[in-house]
């Protein structure tokens, strides 16, 4: 992974929540969104079951300043919704390309909040990439609307090592050139 200077994250307007950076308040409610079996196979690096103090590292690393993800909340608060709805991430690969990861607590699947979030992330582009990649399981249809109706397109099947099933999964691969 590549890893540059890091500069603060910036706090990203979206119609119904903000995307914030993590803070270690945060971490309540991630356990109890990412402790659900389904969350945790929906992604590659969450364990199922989740052991003590995994949400506190995670929010750790992503508070730390020689990360290389940038993490943010989707924070509905403002909106009268939960302080987080999931979480949106940024990774730096290279220079100028990064990938986009993403997951919403199961209570507020089908409501287009990953949407908006990733929506609202790539129009912020905040790593100022020049090209954005992203992955999901292809059990996962929704996940992959999220990055299409985000602009994303279709690059080719994978797989990838999923923590929480013990086992490669396949993947769609998808790519989003930034103006």
Known sequence: MYQEQITPQPVIEAERFILRPLRKSDAGLIAMYTADRRVAE???AIPHPLPPGATEGY???ALAENRIEDVWAL????????????VVSLTRIEPDQSEVGF????????????????QALVAENPHQARTLMAEVFQD?????????????????????WSVARGARVPT????????
């Open 172 to 179: 769609w691969t998808y790519l989003k050139k930034m103006a």
């Open 59 to 61: 929010i750790a690393r």
């Open 140 to 160: 996962n249809p929704g996940s992959a609307r999220v990055l299409t109706n985000a602009g994303f397109e279709y690059l080719g099947d994978a797989e990838s």
């Open 103 to 118: 997951w919403v607590g199961p209570g507020f699947w089908n409501t287009g909040f990953a949407s908006e979030a990733v």
């Open 75 to 86: 924070d509905g608060s403002a909106h009268g919704l939960a302080e987080v709805l999931g």
């Open 42 to 44: 929906g992604t590659r």
